[in-house]
């Protein structure tokens, strides 16, 4: 009994100490931040009242004028984080340095969980080299080739807004249907499935893409060790997505890949690519090719990335567009000019003559970034000149997306919205990394150029078609932001009213 009763004491004793060292770590080494909470550390406010991206944001706006070294101390959690005050710095995590913070540190378990190890979880040489096998499948070329599949849901999106409105204003929740659409845009170029999301609100794609992104398998004690342990956490074989999520992708994957192997089916899409490879792996090529977990994970995050972030940036942008109805106007004339130079017809390459849309997307992620913080890890000491700022390996890095686009030292009046600050002659004023809905790096978003292809050839059509105001009592101003998603996305919806214009 005195030797269990011994062990009892020294265990709490070595844990009261490692919580001690751990919580008091930034005020030994003399880096401002703000005092933690004991197992909360900075979150207290965490799903509560604020969004992660916005508590990162506060904490980079309180510090960032205040503190001479290029960040600030933060816990998440257990877990010691620096968030970035410094914009030269960020340039340096991101790129130049880039050796040293090239992991993001957080949970994938390729053997219990596979849809998890995906290109934005994975780490080391294994990033690396899955990277370099993918980044030939999202060349401009491969996007030409998808761009048919696009138009043709584009098209569908109108038919079923025209529907829903028939000839009178009406007011629609347009996240859930343009959800939709980007659920049927990657079916069909992900998976070769006409999903029919569009015309079934119920679809599984939808509901099993809901799913992925804000259901959890576990309670937040062991959503906590996800985070704060995730290598361990894959060590005990802790699964973080639900069992239905994985079953239906899997499935489809498999089901996709055995029928078109077998009747030698080829539609130029992403899957296709990914069957190459995996064909080639099969075949005892190993180097250029990847196994089916690899190739499914892949699907699964290509599905997933792409599904939320542009459906919400779609979202964003109709709502910022009836907030400002003379920037709608300017961008529908732009469309209109554009369609009508090329009888109608809306292309690869015609797309890319409406470059004020652009600004209005690029506008849009500046003011509202889906992905509003980016996260890495040190994956190798970081010393520099001060010593006193040295970064330790094993120390998450946070960067405040949200921050830097609404600092008004790079963007003044942030809470305008100004499309022309993405005027070629502004662009060049502003530092590098001061624009990060992409990232930026080795590691930004592989699939940036097929995201921006489906959001401007749905945004074209949509002003093509119809006009968007905000309504006196449904539309939410200014836009609250969902506590539970890992993403920016608007609480409740956005409700427009919208009205079929004559073409």
């Known amino acids: 009994m005195l030797v269990l009763i011994g062990l009892i004491v020294g265990v709490l004793t070595l844990a009261t100490w490692w919580v001690h060292q751990n919580f008091t770590y930034w005020k030994r080494r003399g880096i401002p931040h703000d005092p933690p909470q004991l197992i ?8 509560k009242t604020l969004h992660l991206a916005e508590l990162i944001k506060q904490t980079y706006v309180k510090y960032k004028n205040k503190t001479n070294g290029p960040f600030v101390g933060f816990y998440v959690y257990i877990k010691k984080f620096v968030i970035i005050t410094d914009i030269d710095f960020v340039k340096t995590v991101l790129i130049r340095e880039f050796d040293k913070f090239h992991d993001r540190g957080v949970f994938h378990n390729e053997k219990d969980d596979p849809l998890t190890a995906n290109l934005t979880t994975i780490e080391g040489q294994k990033w690396r080299t899955l990277r370099q096998k993918l980044t030939p499948t999202f060349t401009s070329g491969k996007m030409k080739n998808m761009f048919p599949l696009v138009q043709d849901v584009g098209d569908e999106l109108v038919r079923v807004f025209s529907e829903k409105i028939e000839s009178t204003p009406t007011t629609l929740e347009i996240t859930d249907l343009l959800a939709r659409f980007t659920a049927d845009v990657i079916g069909v170029c992900a998976f070769g ?20 992104i804000t259901e959890r398998r576990h309670g937040k004690l062991v959503h906590m060790l996800l985070f704060g342990a995730p290598k361990l956490s894959a060590k005990l074989g802790i699964k973080s997505l639900l069992q239905p999520v994985e079953d239906f992708y899997m499935n489809i994957i498999r089901d996709t890949i055995d029928y078109r192997v077998k009747n030698n089916v080829k539609r130029n899409d992403f899957m296709d690519m990914l069957i190459e490879m995996k064909l080639k792996y099969d075949n005892g090529n190993k180097e250029e090719g990847i196994t089916f977990n690899e190739l499914a994970a892949q699907a699964f995050i290509f599905f997933l990335a792409g599904f939320e972030t542009s459906s919400t940036t779609m979202g964003f942008a109709l709502y910022e567009l009836a907030c400002n109805p003379e920037i709608q106007d300017k961008a529908r004339k732009e469309v209109d000019c554009v369609l009508a130079k090329h009888n109608g017809k ?32 040190t994956t190798k000491t970081y010393v520099p000149s001060n010593p006193k700022y040295t970064i330790e390996e094993g120390t998450g890095v946070l960067i405040s997306t949200l921050g830097i686009h609404h600092d008004p030292e790079f963007y003044p009046e942030p809470e305008k919205f100004i499309p022309e600050r993405f005027d070629e002659e502004q662009i060049q004023q502003r530092p590098a990394c001061t624009y990060l809905p992409f990232g930026d790096g080795p590691r930004n978003c592989i699939g940036l150029r097929f995201g921006r292809m489906q959001v401007i050839v749905g945004m074209a059509l949509l002003l093509h078609n119809f006009r968007f105001e905000l309504h006196p009592t449904k539309t939410t101003i200014p836009l609250k932001f969902k506590l539970n998603s890992i993403l920016l996305s608007a609480e ?8 079929k214009l004559v073409t």
């Open 193 to 212: 499935l006409d999903c029919n999301s569009l015309r079934d609100p119920k679809a599984e794609f939808v509901r099993m893409g809901n799913s992925a």
């Open 492 to 499: 409740g919806g956005i409700h427009l009213n919208v009205t």
């Open 40 to 47: 909360l550390g900075n979150t207290k406010e965490l799903m």
């Open 346 to 377: 809306l292309d690869y390459d015609s797309m890319k003559e409406m470059t004020f849309l652009e600004k209005v997307i690029d506008e849009t992620l500046r003011k509202h970034p889906v992905v509003a913080h980016l996260v890495r890890t």
